[in-house]
């Protein structure tokens, strides 16, 4: 079973920048896609962006291009969201999700499509 958790949410101004870390324990790292995704009040969780098992397929959404980037290092079974100029409307819980899969080189940009969830981390940006 895998466990994921989320750290690095916070309270900060529109133009700042945040860190998202995700610590995935319980299972061999290198073989779970990820993702990050995020979720208002009210709405469906959307996709911020994706990653395949040996980090060289990314995914992002269009209006997060230029401002955030995924990463991971399977050594420290950890996945990284390096938010740059956040906006108010980037304001949501933060999830970070896992599909145990043998292809290294796919990502998955539906939520139905991960088997496990973090307890996600509340990211507010003021304006």
């Known amino acids: 079973q895998v466990q994921l958790v989320e750290s690095g949410g916070g309270l900060v101004q529109a133009g700042a920048s945040l860190r998202l870390s995700c610590t995935a324990t319980?299972?061999?790292?290198?073989?779970?896609?990820m993702g990050w995704f995020r979720q208002t009040p009210g709405k469906e969780r959307e996709l911020v962006t994706a990653i395949s098992r040996n980090g060289n397929i990314l995914h992002y959404e269009d209006s997060m291009k230029g401002r955030f980037a995924i990463s991971r290092d399977n050594a420290e079974n950890t996945l990284y969201l390096q938010m740059n100029s956040l906006k108010p409307e980037d304001t949501a819980v933060y999830y970070c999700?896992?599909?145990?899969?043998?292809?290294?080189?796919?990502?998955?940009?539906?939520?139905?499509?991960?088997?496990?969830w973090g307890q996600g981390t509340q990211v507010t940006v003021s304006s």
């Open positions: 999700a896992a599909k145990d899969i043998w292809n290294v080189l796919v990502v998955y940009t539906h939520a139905r499509e991960y088997d496990y």
């Open positions: 319980g299972h061999t790292f290198s073989s779970l896609a």
